[in-house]
């Protein structure tokens, strides 16, 4: 008989950071079957973008979906990038509309990457101010779209990491 035990490391739920990868900028991603972790390459790694988002912002879904006849899975990063300044709105009207692979790290210091070259996530961005000084002011980013698999564990694929 197989068992699934209670994995005896942390478990700390949550998202420390976040990198954009373009879709035209993936190399190669290809699975290691012993292990089940994959293994990304870029073009150029100068191209992928590091998203500072207020700590404790960033969630990540993605649920199983079967509707459409074949399975897929609807995949979905949220952070909060703190301050207006014209220089994060136009770094973001840069990205807006993008199509990414998303590699993020989670708490437990694990790389996991969702969406592909072949099914990535889109980039969208709202802003938001409250009405009191001290309240949050800045900008909600949004990474969704549908996949053919859910996110995937990868080893660290950045060399200046």
């Given at each position: 008989m197989q068992v699934l035990n209670k994995s005896a490391e942390d478990n700390l739920g949550g998202v420390l950071l976040l990198y954009l990868v373009p879709d035209y900028n993936i190399l190669t991603q290809e699975k290691n079957f012993s292990t089940g972790i994959y293994t990304l390459t870029f073009l150029d790694e100068d191209k992928n973008w590091l998203i500072y988002c207020t700590p404790e912002?960033?969630?990540?879904?993605?649920?199983?979906?079967?509707?459409?006849?074949?399975?897929?899975?609807?995949?979905k990063l949220e952070g909060f990038i703190p301050n207006d300044t014209p220089t994060i709105s136009n770094q973001l009207d840069l990205l807006r509309n993008r199509r990414f692979a998303v590699v993020f790290t989670?708490?437990?210091?694990?790389?996991?990457?969702?969406?592909?070259?072949?099914?990535?996530?889109?980039?969208?961005?709202?802003?938001?101010?409250q009405?009191?000084?001290?309240?949050?002011?800045?900008?909600?980013?949004?990474?969704?779209?549908?996949?053919?698999?859910?996110?995937a564990f990868v080893n660290n694929p950045f060399t200046s990491s």
């Open positions: 912002s960033i969630a990540y879904t993605e649920e199983e979906d079967d509707s459409l006849g074949s399975k897929f899975f609807k995949c989670d708490y437990n210091g694990r790389y996991k990457v969702a969406g592909s070259k072949t099914s990535p996530l889109r980039l969208s961005v709202s802003f938001s101010s009405d009191r000084m001290s309240a949050l002011r800045g900008r909600n980013i949004t990474l969704e779209g549908d996949t053919f698999k859910g996110a």
